[in-house]
């Protein structure tokens, strides 16, 4: 039984104080989107660039008037299909968003996020919270209440129990600020899903980044090194002498046992590989491995999100 003190919660962010949440996706980091001090320690706490924006975090579709404007039908129509869930929309911004929000842009990060605990916290404070995933800048995003305490244990005056979060990997970021919507980062909510609502093909920036992960910017990443190969160049590895102990996070069932290799089998369906990788990356990152090799995930578009954020954690660009 998780038990919860949210109306302490609720305080510390009248006060201007931080407080990590459970969401569907990931914690988040949570502040007083109104209040530029508050907002001012979340950046400091997770030492994330300043010009970096943030989602804000809504108890309802109701609600969006207060932050965005000019608010289309095709955002209303994702809107009302998928929030509460694992989607983020960026709008045009109201008039009186702090730029620390916004990150000085014209536009906004608006979510209604699927999490008991986050929705009744958010329902009490009567307002929204900005929330960036409760991680040093960089690092994997925690999905459970004791990796948020790993990451930022002193920098949060409260961390909300909410077990592990459901979806695992961060919302689907959709652009509808512009004449056409644009996928800006890949989630659990697919390309296929959105334009089933919008009865339309939608673009995607993802799509058009390089797919080379040496190229895309270092993110979600374990501290140790990763690589992401696929299933044959795993086997030629392992028949070198390659240093060891090193583990492989793979699709298939390996049955040879080498010393010092250990194999972490992973689902072999979408949402739930989805569900375990960053907690199984944030348990392999503590065991002092040389190496965590990752097999390359299938190329079907449910694992979009997977593939992304596979390719950032093993980009060694930082
Ligand atoms: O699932 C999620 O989205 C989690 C949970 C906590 O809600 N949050 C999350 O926040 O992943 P964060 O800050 O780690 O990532 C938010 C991303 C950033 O890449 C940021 O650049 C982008 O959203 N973003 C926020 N506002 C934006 C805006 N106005 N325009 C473009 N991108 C924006
Ligand atoms: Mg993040």
Request: aromatic share 6%; proline share 6%.
């Amino acid at each position: 039984m998780i038990r919860n003190d949210i109306a302490k919660a609720v305080e510390i962010l009248r006060q201007g104080g931080l407080v990590a949440i459970p969401t569907e996706t990931v914690y988040g980091l949570a502040a007083d989107a109104r209040n530029p001090a508050a907002l001012r320690k979340i950046f400091i706490a997770k030492q994330r660039p300043i010009d970096h924006p943030l989602i804000v975090h809504l108890a309802a579709v109701a609600e969006l008037s207060n932050w965005a404007r000019d608010v289309s039908e095709t955002a209303f129509a994702l809107a009302h299909a998928f929030w509460p869930g694992p989607l983020t929309l960026i709008l045009k911004k109201a008039q009186d968003v702090n730029e620390l929000v916004t990150g000085g842009q014209d536009t906004i990060g608006l979510r209604v996020p699927n999490h008991p605990v986050a929705l009744e916290l958010l329902r009490n404070f009567g307002s929204g919270v900005a929330a960036p995933s409760a991680n040093r800048f960089g690092r994997i995003s925690p999905t459970t209440a004791d990796a948020v305490r790993e990451e930022l244990g002193n920098e949060v005056d409260l961390v909300l129990e909410g077990g592990q979060c459901r979806v695992g990997v961060e919302s689907t970021i959709v652009d509808v600020s512009g004449d056409s919507p644009v996928i800006l980062r890949p989630g659990m909510i697919s390309e296929a899903a959105i334009a089933a609502v919008l009865q339309k093909p939608i673009g995607s920036k993802a799509k058009n980044a390089p797919r080379v992960s040496g190229s895309l910017e270092s993110h979600y990443a374990p501290s140790t090194k990763t690589t992401l190969l696929r299933a044959e160049q795993i086997d030629d590895l392992l028949a070198t002498e390659i240093e060891k102990p090193l583990a492989v996070v793979s699709l298939r069932d390996i049955s040879v046992e080498i010393p010092g290799v250990f194999i972490k089998k992973m689902p072999q369906n979408a949402a739930d590989y989805a569900h375990d990788l960053y907690f199984v990356l944030r348990e392999l990152d503590k065991k002092q491995f040389k190496q965590i090799i990752v097999e390359m995930v299938p190329e079907f578009s449910e694992w979009d999100a997977i593939r992304d954020r596979l390719q950032r954690a093993t980009s060694d660009s930082a």
